[in-house]
């Protein structure tokens, strides 16, 4: 059952769970499959256990922990074979999005990109892990709002959460960098009504993401009573 969303005075307190149990799991501190109990966070944090409820909720939207009924939360254990179909099909779908954006594009729609690429690298340079990978994989959701397309923007707003985890738990801060770099890339060719090369910038970029991330890293212990903040 869905839990109704967190009043004014508690959404401070569940940010900060989501966001330290976001962290943990980036970081290996929390692994692929672990089980996390609503109790001891809930003593973890000095909080209630509904407001742990509303976190894990807020969590399991965006696909990094699953809920499963009579069992619990567990940290999500993402599929590398999915994660290669979901860039198989994001590669299908944004060569063409790229040709409609080049055939419509605007200024103010190209401001907009170049807006957001500057958030981009400011949260590469600081180190912003969850930050820079949101605004990373937005990159793509907000070309198709600029074109006004919501159901494509949907689209890729659900084939890019599927493979959120894996890009969090592994692509490294110098290949976020090249991201933002090829984004700024595409925007120039997209500027430029270039749409030969846009459409090729966009494809190497996602093929160099999937290869970029590394999926045999060694994930350390999952004692949860490390530190989270």
């Known amino acids: 059952m869905a839990l109704p969303p967190p009043s004014s005075s508690t959404s401070s307190a569940t940010s900060l769970i989501v966001d330290a149990l976001t962290k943990a799991i980036v970081e290996h501190r929390l692994a692929p499959g672990v089980k996390l109990s609503e109790q001891k966070l809930a003593d973890q944090f000095g909080v209630s256990r509904t407001l ?3 976190a894990l ?3 399991s939207q ?3 922990i699953r809920l499963e009924p009579a069992r619990g939360a567990f940290v999500a254990t993402p599929s590398v074979a999915e994660a290669k179909q ?3 099909v994001r590669r299908m779908l944004e060569a063409e999005m790229t040709r409609a954006f080049v055939r419509e594009v605007t200024p103010a729609r190209i401001k907009a990109l170049k807006e957001h690429v500057a958030m981009e690298k400011s949260a590469v340079a600081l ?3 969850p930050g820079r990978t949101e605004l990373l994989g937005d990159f793509h959701v907000r070309m198709a709002e600029l074109m006004g397309n919501d159901v494509l923007a949907q689209m890729l707003v659900d084939l890019i959460s599927r493979c959120s985890l894996i890009t969090l738990m592994y692509q490294s801060a110098s290949a976020a960098e090249h991201s933002n770099e090829e984004h700024a890339g595409i925007v120039k060719a997209l500027a430029a009504r270039d749409e030969a090369r846009a459409v090729r910038l966009m494809d190497e970029h996602l093929k160099n993401v ?3 991330l590394t999926f045999d890293n060694k994930v350390p212990g999952n ?3 490390l ?3």
């Open 52 to 54: 742990v409820r509303q």
């Open 57 to 59: 909720f807020q969590l």
């Open 62 to 64: 965006n696909r990094l």
């Open 86 to 88: 979901v860039f198989a």
């Open 127 to 129: 180190d912003d892990v």
């Open 210 to 212: 999937e290869a970029n």
């Open 223 to 225: 004692d949860i009573s």
């Open 227 to 229: 530190p989270l903040s």
